[in-house]
């Protein structure tokens, strides 16, 4: 289905819950967030039955995200569901990786085709500063075990600047703990793995607002200098927002996705399903469209019509560099990013 502006939309993202085993500082509160009620999430029955309607109207991929999207209990289940669904030709997931080991073979039976794993930096220290947890070995053995078992694997790092992953110290707080920013760290997962390193910037919601801007640009410009033989690469790595760039000798590639200041837009293809049923045609406003009462009540039309109400009212563009417009309140882990 087309919205009013003309764009094809044929992605959802489903978030499956709020809950996470993570408290990422530029996400979720330290403190956690309240939990919603299991009654208010979305059964897998009722995620499937949307993903039908929603193939009816054109949507041909799926992400699984979150909170953690591997803490709901049998999340294969609900991938095995939804690959029975014949329009449904991609089913990826976006997880922080740490329960990944455990699950994989299940995801991999029940038909995933790739992942997306959030990990922001190799340093086990840092890791578990910024998350909360010390579980950076699990998260690297669940990218490797990913590999090993054939799924097409995206690594997501928030571009963050390096005072973020900084140890609190008595004599300067801004002590740096690394010898090398943790950008160029983190470009070992793509020179010894094939694997696509993305770095995000940081889209200034929620907690994500109280933490310093490090723009694509600075990261281009100084992967630049250190590596003049840097080029654009042109080959097709899905359909996101990223722009992909080769480095000689590695085996991955490097993204960069600018989503502040690189409007996609005219390009975007995606709405949002949230855990307790609402349709979000954009990350940057609040404006969501419920569909969990319709489908509770059995009404099925309705549940299209608003589905389609929603697709069309897609707004035209983010206003993420507007900080005074952007009217979505929410933390990220109540969105699934
Ligand atoms: N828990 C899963 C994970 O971490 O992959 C899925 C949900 S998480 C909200 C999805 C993605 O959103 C993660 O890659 C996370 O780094 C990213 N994210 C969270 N807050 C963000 C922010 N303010 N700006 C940019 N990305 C953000
Ligand atoms: Fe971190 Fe994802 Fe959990 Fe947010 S939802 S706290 S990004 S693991």
């Not at 799924?151 to 010898?179: E, H, I």
């Not at 760039?245 to 949230?274: M, W």
């Amino acid at each position: 289905m087309q919205d009013q502006f003309g764009r094809k939309i044929d992605y959802m993202r489903i978030s499956v819950t709020d809950r996470c085993n993570l408290r990422c500082r530029y996400c979720m509160p330290e403190g956690g967030i309240d939990n919603l009620p299991m009654t208010d999430m979305l059964t897998y029955e009722e995620i499937v039955e949307v993903c039908r309607m929603a193939a009816d109207l054109g949507i041909t991929k799926i992400r699984l995200t979150g909170g953690e999207p591997l803490v709901r209990l049998e999340l294969p289940k609900l991938v095995k569901m939804i690959r029975a669904i014949p329009q449904i030709q991609k089913i990826n997931l976006t997880t922080n990786g740490v329960l990944l080991d455990r699950q994989l073979d299940a995801l991999v039976d029940a038909g995933l085709d790739g992942l997306n794993i959030s990990l922001d930096t190799l340093d086990r220290e840092a890791y578990a500063r910024t998350t909360g947890r010390d579980e950076l070995e699990k998260v690297l053995s669940g990218i490797q075990h990913s590999l090993d078992a054939g799924l097409s694997v995206k690594v997501n790092a928030v571009l963050l600047a390096d005072s973020f992953f900084a140890a609190p110290s008595k004599a300067d707080a801004q002590v740096v703990p690394f010898r090398d920013p943790n950008w160029y760290s983190m470009l070992s997962l793509a020179k010894h793995h094939p694997v696509d390193l993305r770095f995000i910037e940081l889209m200034p919601i929620g907690e994500g607002q109280q933490y310093e801007y490090f723009s694509a640009e600075v990261l281009l410009n100084e992967m630049k200098h250190r590596f003049p033989g840097l080029e654009e690469d042109y080959a097709i790595h899905g359909n996101g927002p990223a722009h992909y760039y080769k480095i000689p000798g590695f085996q991955g590639s490097i993204g960069v996705i600018e989503a502040l200041h690189g409007k996609f837009c005219d390009a975007c293809n995606r709405v949002r399903l949230t855990a307790t049923g609402r349709v979000k045609p954009c990350l940057c406003y609040a404006t969501t469209y419920d569909i969990r009462e319709p489908l509770r009540n059995g009404d099925l039309d309705r549940v299209r019509e608003v589905m389609e109400l929603a697709i069309w009212k897609k707004p035209k563009e983010h206003c993420f560099e507007e900080l005074a417009e952007i009217s979505e309140e929410h933390k990220m882990v109540s969105i699934g990013g």
